[in-house]
């Protein structure tokens, strides 16, 4: 559909309610599990993960920086007229990109939607041969299916479907729609008609849309995790189970072979084979249920292999698990980055939400909505954060105690425990870090708490310094002072240089020590009779000494440098023109509504992304996050735009990453005045 550039209108960004309810449309379109309601006797605390792990859905289908905007376009041979709705939005530290088109009330994925939520669609196969036809916009016949029958259960006819190559059997390339009930086929050989419509592929013109104009696209990955990457063996297996060949009794059929080795067999069973059966394996203590938390201290296996590879299903105890190693993950990590610190990083007491959205969450290695679905504090055997704190205090890794209201805090957290100290991180995934709302990287609550992820801008120190190159016709001077007219000057340095070429031509008035008598060099130089004051110069023959300073900066081009920490005026490369300032402007929107945009902290090292993301929490506000109007494609400037009065909140967050209150301009349009 998109083979030919669609005319996409000017974005704009969604309502926080609109958002939730686009979401919960896919999620309900889709089949998204999410976590079940907490039941009334459960805590509050329940109520919050639950709470937590739907906006997490939520944000892992459509970002909370998302932007909507219509479109129109041709599709078909007849070049029919297709209008519909491109929703836009960018995971934190990645660039913004087409993530849902809309179309008669269908919301279809893109690509790069299918690759951030691994088994969001049913996924179709076909040679690698086919699917460079469908990447020029051909549908995808009956004969050209792969990998079947049987097909998923849930490509029916009407269902939007994914279709990836043999090749890279995991990594989906094009969406299109079934146009039969795919699921139903028994052979395809032979078949006749069309499987799906191609809808949009990796390298059509939604995909090849940016936000700067520049394009977007990128490289398909080798593989995807969560998504078919079955072999050849997974294959033959299904299509022999769905032949139906099978045996009543338990007995193999005297005379015959498998069909399919034993190496073929679940590598858990193995693993339990081989465990039952080796002789040198560890012994395992047999405990009781309520004795559980204290006999896995030191002990509990981590559910992830080093390469950040998961369990695809959790059984309670896996969950428990995955909690308690998170928890250590949590605590290593403040070790490590806050080893100064006595307490590394934690203000004691920790309320029982903190502990669980700061040292928790943000280890939970969750790559999917599905993930984020299974992995909550309710599904483990303690329920509740208290009880999973009592667990962590008879395991002796912190001292808690027990507030009126029933509310848990710790107390001190036992950072030199082996568990600890020894623990070996396992790999997170690269996904919302900042702006997620819970789980799989630093977010929600987390950021909320003051503990953001490494942000190189924070706690920066910023110098602005001016700097200024002479001109042509300011040669004479600068050769007589033995300076180069082609070097960059500060102004102290500019100051010294005259009056050493003052000094040199003996220039200063006999009557008045702050008179400088004109020469000719400085007359046609500087004094060029271009303003009405170069003409009454003219006429007297002298000028006062910071007069003629100032017409010869007016002679010079202007360049600036921005150090930061350590860095020297020789190791920055200066750029022309003026130091630049930060832009904060108040205006209403929509009647009655204010909004706080900011614009120009690129030249600061500071990632509007990463900002926007921290002020979305401290002002518990929405933000967005487009580019300015009227700055180049080529270099474009992002404005962050937080809803409400956030002046101060801004200043704030500029402050802490080196900002000077006067490198900032405030533009107030609420009022009709600029401050």
């Known amino acids: 559909m998109f083979k030919k550039k669609p005319t996409i209108k000017p974005l704009a960004p969604l309502r926080s309610s609109e958002r939730r309810r686009i979401a919960d449309q896919i999620i309900a379109e889709y089949g998204v599990e999410i976590p079940p309601k907490p039941e009334d006797d459960q805590p509050e605390q329940s109520n919050d993960t639950a709470t937590l792990s739907i906006g997490v859905i939520r944000n892992g289908l459509l970002p909370e920086n998302s932007q909507s905007a219509r479109f129109t376009t041709t599709a078909g041979k007849d070049l029919k007229q297709v209008s519909g709705t491109v929703y836009v939005g960018a995971h934190p530290a990645q660039e913004q990109r087409v993530l849902w088109i809309k179309i008669e009330e269908k919301i279809i994925p893109t690509v790069y939607t299918l690759w951030k939520n691994p088994g969001l669609v049913p996924l179709l196969h076909t040679p690698d041969i086919v699917l460079q036809k469908l990447r020029g916009g051909a549908d995808l016949m009956t004969p050209g299916l792969a990998r079947g029958p049987p097909f998923p ?136 249920v309520e004795d559980k938390e204290l006999s896995t201290k030191g002990k509990r296996t981590s559910h992830y292999a080093h390469d950040g590879t998961t369990i695809s299903a959790h059984s309670g105890t896996d969950i428990d698990d995955i909690f308690w190693n998170a928890l250590l ?56 954060a208290k009880k999973f704190i009592k667990a962590l205090e008879k395991a002796q890794l912190l001292k808690s105690k027990d507030r009126d209201g029933g509310e848990c805090v710790v107390l001190d957290v036992d950072f030199e425990d082996s568990a600890v ?63 180069s007219h082609h070097a960059l000057y500060l102004l102290t340095e500019l100051r010294s240089i005259v009056n050493s070429y003052i000094e040199s031509e003996e220039l200063i008035s006999d009557t008045n020590k702050r008179l400088i008598n004109l020469n000719p060099i400085l007359a046609n130089a500087v004094f060029d009779g271009s303003t009405p004051l170069d003409r009454e110069v003219s006429a007297k023959g002298s000028v006062p000494r910071d007069a003629l300073i100032d017409r010869i900066l007016k002679c010079c081009s202007p360049y600036h440098a921005i150090l930061r920490n350590d860095e020297s005026r020789d190791s920055v490369r200066a750029k022309a023109g003026h130091a630049p300032k930060i832009l904060i402007t108040l205006e209403t929107r929509s009647g009655n509504k204010t909004v706080t945009k900011l614009s120009g902290v690129e030249p600061f090292n500071i990632h509007p992304q990463t900002l926007a993301e921290e002020l979305q929490k401290s002002c518990a506000s929405s933000t967005s996050v487009g580019q300015l109007a009227g700055s180049s494609p080529k270099k474009p400037i992002m404005e962050v735009m937080v809803q409400g009065p956030q002046k101060d909140a801004m200043i704030k967050a500029l402050e802490k990453r080196g900002i000077n209150k006067q490198w900032v301009e405030i533009s107030d349009k609420t009022k009709g005045k600029k401050k």
């Open 153 to 288: 259960s849930k490509a029916t006819k009407g269902s939007v479907v994914a279709v990836a190559s043999l090749e890279k059997p995991s990594v989906p390339i094009v969406v299109g729609v079934c146009e039969i009930d795919v699921a139903a086929l028994r052979e395809v050989r032979g078949a006749k008609g069309h499987a799906v419509r191609g809808e949009h592929w990796d390298s059509d013109e939604i995909w090849a849309w940016s936000r700067g104009g520049a394009g977007g696209g990128g490289k398909a990955p080798e593989e995807i995790e969560g998504w078919d990457n079955g072999d050849a063996t997974d294959v033959l297996e299904d299509r022999l189970n769905h032949i139906g060949i099978e045996n009543s009794d338990d007995e193999q059929i005297e005379g015959g072979v498998p069909l399919i080795h034993t190496a073929a067999l679940t590598g858990k069973e193995e693993d339990r084979k081989e465990f039952l059966q080796g002789e040198n394996g560890d012994p395992f203590e047999r405990v009781e």
């Open 329 to 384: 993950y949590g605590l290593h990590h403040h070790r490590s980055t806050n080893a100064s610190d006595p307490h590394h990083g934690l203000n004691f007491p920790v309320n029982q939400s903190a502990l669980i959205s700061n040292l928790v969450l943000p280890f939970l290695p969750i790559t999917t909505p599905a993930q984020a679905a299974t992995l909550n504090i309710k599904k483990t055997s303690w329920k509740n």
């Open 421 to 483: 100290t020894s623990f070996v991180p396992y790999k997170l995934p690269k996904k919302d870090t900042v702006g997620s709302e819970s789980g799989g990287g630093w977010g929600g609550k987390a950021t909320s708490a003051g503990l953001l992820p490494s942000d190189a801008s924070i706690g920066q120190k910023l110098r602005r310094i001016d700097l200024y190159k002479p001109k042509q016709q300011l040669a004479p001077v600068f050769a007589a002072s033995g300076a």
